[in-house]
């Protein structure tokens, strides 16, 4: 079964995506399916890809062939792999089907790389940095996509080192410090937060003070000894881990305004970009945007993350950001209005292109998740 599964995710199979592939219970749509074969942060040339390599880099010069590095392991995941072994609640909301894309009942597409963890640790592997496309079902704006990148590592330490619990967050932090002026090629200011992950004790947040404003970097801490167990490592060590988004950092030091821009194909994108070189991104030409609005009357079916995510699957990357405009109560029922707004990255779109799309979404709503249109 999990052969299969993989065969279904990274073969040509996924290339002439049939409904009849994704079972009938998952709710993953074709356009979501489809980005698993993207992988930017493979592309050459790509911010993402020049981000990732910079970070490997980075923590291969600190720890000289201590780490092995990943970033080709299989998006589809056991949720065994993606919270139970991370001790995540069973009633975290990041199990949630209107927060995770579920294949079936036992399977994910990852929400984050930590999902890895566990099984490389079993497989006897003591320090890892692991590189990766993750996927959440999320609002849409100019920061959220629902596939974004990571990059998580691990560092496991014998029993002396891992007797003394402080140096073992010393080592984490110091890691993570030097990482961070690496990537940002000068002294920056760094503060670390109290966090709060399922599956590390203690654990904190990196944020860095860029142009005015405090951007969370990443989490980390110590993994907990239940993950350990899971991982089956050794009773007397302990260790650290990390994740880190790859697009947030991208949009800071490449200057990208849009999340959205990261998947275009537009050469006038993907020109701008060199491997080895982090270089401010020139904007071309912003196209004209437009809205629409849509009202109606919600349903049991209806749930905000689901609603944005068809407005996605029909209207792909031509819409920048849906918002909540109007909420109002009347005899038991909510009304809901919604302001779509439409502009493309790479083009003007025309008024009847727009129109059609918007007859479409608003088919598909009232088909799918059943509300009332007013
Ligand atoms: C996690 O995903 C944890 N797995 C990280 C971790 C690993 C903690 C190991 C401890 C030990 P979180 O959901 O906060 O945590 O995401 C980690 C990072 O991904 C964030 O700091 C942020 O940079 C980025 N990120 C999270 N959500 C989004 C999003 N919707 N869009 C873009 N970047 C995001
Ligand atoms: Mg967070």
Known sequence: CQFLLHCCLSSEAVVNLSGSLIPSSSNIPPSILEKTREKLHLRPNHPLHILKKMIEKSIE??????FSFYDDLPQLVSTTDCFDDLLVEWNHPSRRYTDTYYWDESHVLRTHMTAHDTTLLRAGKKAFVLTGDVYRRDSIDKSHYPVFHQVDAVRIFDRNTSQNEHKLIADLKSTLESLAKNIFQREVQIRWVDGEFPFTYPSFEMEVFWNGNWLELLGCGLLKRGVLDAGQVDKNSKGWAFGLGLERLAMVLFEIPDIRLFWSKDERFLQQFRDGKITKFKPYSKYPSCYKDITFWLSEKFHENAF?????????DTVEEVALLDEFHRNNKTSHCYRIVYRSMDRSLTNDEVDEIQDKIREE??????????
Do not use: F, S
């Open 61 to 66: 010069d600190m720890h000289p062939r201590e």
């Open 308 to 316: 944005y995510e068809l407005v996605r699957t029909v209207a792909g």
């Open 365 to 374: 709503v009232a088909r799918r998740l059943e509300v009332i249109l007013r």
